[in-house]
Nanobody, 111 residues
């Protein structure tokens, strides 16, 4: 199982970023997938989850209405579209499948 995040970077408050998680080594279409984030000194927190077929999603209250999770099962990629970014969204973002994690991608929201 391999999960590889990309798309992080530095963005100003109010800006947007789209994160990607490329999955390999397993039947991607069979699994629910999630995005998490972690700030130094704090526990990793769930950001959003998407069902195997993409028809069901769940968001943390802190990102509802601003972030959208999606997936392309033909390409084995999961996405996180992040709009109206706030400084408190600054974190390392990880994708997860069960006990498997990617290496993370840094998102920094700052002016």
């Amino acid at each position: 199982v391999q999960l590889a995040e990309s798309g992080g970077g530095l963005v100003q408050p109010g800006g947007s970023l789209r994160l990607s998680c490329a999955a390999s080594g397993f039947a991607f279409t069979w699994y629910r997938m999630s995005w998490y984030r972690q700030v130094p000194g704090k526990e990793r927190e769930l950001v959003a989850t998407i069902s195997s077929g993409g028809g069901s999603t769940h968001y943390a209250d802190s990102v509802k209405g601003r972030f959208t999770i999606s997936r392309d099962n033909a390409k084995n990629i999961m996405y996180l579209q992040m709009n109206s970014l706030k400084p408190e969204d600054t974190a390392v973002y990880y994708c997860r499948r069960d006990d498997y994690w990617g290496q993370g991608t840094q998102v920094t929201v700052s002016s």
